[in-house]
Antibody, heavy 116, light 110 residues
Framework: QLVQSGGGSVQPGGSLRVSCAAS????????MKWVRQAPGKGPEWVSE????????NYADSVKGRFTVSRDNAKNTLFLQMHSLRAEDTAVYYC???????????WGQGTVVTVSS | QSALTQPPSASGSPGQSVTISCTGT?????????VSWYQQHPGKAPKLLIY???ERPSGVPDRFSGSRSGNTASLTVSGLQAEDEADYYC??????????FGIGTKLTVL
């Protein structure tokens, strides 16, 4: 199970952090990923981090502005977002990569709204 | 990285079969055995239906099946049921570009 918190509304240029608490599986054994979905649009992969947090990857649209991290002692995944833009407005989902190259467990989603 | 191409809509009557296509390129769909499919009901998170082109996670009915030919993947829903009415998205690993999703197909059960 993945339970998300954080997010909310922010002005352009602002920052937000979204958290994702995992339970029911061995958290440190899995790649974890963030996916977002803008209103009325399909999902978009945002970032990923490997089991021990040493490898991270980002979509070009967020590279240099977003940072993914994890605390395996607390079974928690984070997405720190800076320099937010209107086009970052979306529902953000944390997901587990338990099946090869797939997103097999999803959080409930967190709304992030960037507007002046 | 462009989104994968899916038909915007599909429909079928209860009990019938429907196939949804997902077209990409040799850099994503055709290049990796990593196509997955997701079902999303309104206001809910997506749910994994198929991974690795044709594998079903435990708990997913065998009415859902996947395949791939060249740069096009397909999801077939057999024995349509009312609860299958939802949005369906394909997704593919795309190497250094990460993952790319499809634009989505709205399935209507008539």
């Amino acid at each position: 199970q993945l339970v998300q918190s954080g997010g909310g509304s922010v002005q352009p240029g602002g920052s937000l952090r979204v958290s994702c608490a995992a339970s029911g599986f061995i958290f440190g054994r899995h790649w974890m990923k963030w996916v977002r979905q803008a209103p009325g649009k399909g999902p978009e992969w945002v970032s990923e981090v490997d089991g021990d947090g040493s490898t991270t990857n980002y979509a070009d649209s967020v590279k240099g502005r977003f940072t993914v991290s994890r605390d395996n002692a607390k079974n928690t995944l984070f997405l720190q977002m800076h320099s937010l833009r209107a086009e970052d407005t979306a529902v953000y989902y944390c997901t587990r990569s338990g099946s090869p190259f797939a997103f097999d467990v999803w959080g409930q989603g967190t709304v992030v709204t960037v507007s002046s | 990285q462009s989104a994968l191409t899916q038909p915007p809509s599909a429909s079928g009557s209860p009990g019938q079969s429907v196939t949804i296509s997902c077209t990409g390129t040799s850099s994503d769909v055709g290049g990796y055995a990593s196509v997955s499919w997701y079902q999303q009901h309104p206001g809910k998170a997506p749910k994994l239906l198929i991974y690795a082109i044709s594998e079903r996670p435990s708990g997913v009915p065998d009415r859902f099946s996947g395949s791939r030919s060249g740069n096009t993947a397909s999801l077939t829903v057999s024995g349509l049921q009312a609860e299958d009415e939802a949005d369906y998205y394909c997704c593919s690993y795309a190497g250094s570009n990460g993952y790319v999703f499809g634009i989505g197909t709205k399935l209507t059960v008539l």
